[in-house]
């Protein structure tokens, strides 16, 4: 068994260590607290008070009210929420507009949705990855019911300006939701500020539980809920609540509300560090999405003359935890799509590495990160002098 000092932990867009203290915010409704919130007694109503704190608390970090904050089972039931949702509420309207570069909670829907006779454009990105604003207003239709674009891709960290995005929707008045699972925590997010009318985040990208996650429904959006049955979430989410974990993501969200700012700084330092030592020791590697505006943890990095599975293979032995990209694809031959359509052919695509850094990394693990990847690319390229040249 990997002792936790041996390991290093570079790969926190899959998913990130819970904080100690949101664990300990946790274990009274694991342990004392354990009433059903929807019972109708005393002992029940201080499960269902600590809820609404928690359901405060998420929405004090989205910068929305709380009644807009649904608590879900993470990012993918709340992306698939949202498409039902606008699907329900406008059945006469048979068009989506999404981008090439989604998580596959969100392209797989879409996907679904072309099999059942739907027309759904897929946006294309640049060599950046970034999107072109006009082509995605043109995109827009009269018959449009709704237009997905995430807030921060969990590959790259490329941001797009969700802003202007959600301008563009309003002015066409189509609905938009935005997948923020990797953005939620690690930069700011002001909805007060944003028109959308959906936002979907996940407790394990920051620091909290997993199993949990929370859906922002604009209080003026139409709304059909996903899951039907109890009253539960105020007759939008049936189902018993998950206390103990809705409890660690409200206190994830507090916390990461309180230190965003000077982790923001300290983690980026720590990412730009890393890829300058690589670039300065490892020739023919370089960042994907450079010059985009990209989040301040995250790292893919494309190196001549590796497969990224060896790579992997090879990190492991060495106690290196990192990935190719989406933990949702992990086992995959084909590349990665990300990087397919920001143009990367099959061997660019499938010789980069995704390195993602988080609260609890040291500037050490980077000093140790920095000797060790450049030994395992070298000694890649010496087993495969072919691929190399």
């Known amino acids: 068994m990997i002792r936790p000092e041996e390991l290093l932990y570079l790969d926190n867009n899959a998913t990130t260590a819970i904080d100690p203290a949101v664990l300990e915010s946790m274990r009274p409704f694991l342990e004392e607290f354990f009433a059903n919130p929807s019972s109708g007694y005393g002992f029940a109503a201080q499960v ?12 004090d970090l989205l910068g929305c009210e709380a009644r807009e904050i649904i608590f879900t089972s993470g990012g993918t039931e709340s992306n698939n929420t949202a498409f039902y949702s606008a699907l329900e509420a406008a059945p006469d309207r048979r068009h989506v507009v999404t981008t090439a570069v989604e998580h596959s909670a969100v392209l797989r829907p879409a996907k679904d949705l072309e099999n059942r006779g739907y027309a759904v454009t897929f ?3 640049d060599k950046a990855g970034q999107l072109n604003l006009n082509k995605l207003a043109d995109a827009i239709r009269p018959d449009t019911t709704l237009l997905s674009v995430m807030w921060a891709n969990n590959e790259t960290g490329v941001i797009f300006p969700i802003e202007k995005v959600a301008a563009i929707a309003r002015e066409k008045k189509v609905p938009f939701h935005t997948d923020a699972v990797q953005a939620a925590g690690k930069i700011e997010i002001k909805l007060g500020d944003v028109p959308l009318q959906f936002l979907s985040i ?3 990208k920051l620091h909290g539980p997993k199993g949990v996650g929370a859906l922002y429904v604009n209080r003026l959006a139409r709304f059909r809920p996903l899951l039907r049955g109890g009253s539960h979430e105020n007759n939008r989410r049936a189902g018993t609540e998950n206390t103990a974990s809705i409890i ?8 990461a509300r309180a230190k965003m700012r000077d982790e923001q700084g300290r983690v980026r330092k720590m990412r730009d560090r890393f890829e300058q030592c690589l670039l300065e020791r490892i020739s023919g590697a370089r960042i994907n999405g450079a010059g985009a505006d ?3 943890n995250t790292s893919s990095i494309m190196f001549d003359g590796i497969e990224s599975g060896a790579a992997l293979l090879m990190l492991d032995q060495r106690n290196v935890c990192c990935s190719a990209g989406s933990a949702c694809r992990t086992g995959s031959l084909k590349p ?14 499938r010789g980069s590495l995704r390195f993602s850094f988080g609260r609890f990394n040291t500037n050490a693990e980077v000093d140790r990160a920095v000797k060790i990847v450049p030994e395992v690319i070298t000694k890649l390229r010496a087993l495969s002098p072919a691929l190399a040249n």
């Open 48 to 59: 269902r008070e600590a809820i609404e704190e928690a359901r405060q608390q998420v929405a």
């Open 123 to 125: 946006l294309a990105v």
């Open 202 to 204: 996940s407790g394990h």
């Open 248 to 255: 660690g993501l409200g206190k994830a969200a507090e916390i």
């Open 294 to 296: 990209r989040l301040p």
């Open 336 to 349: 990665s799509h990300v990087l397919s359509a920001m143009g990367l052919l099959g061997d660019e695509a």
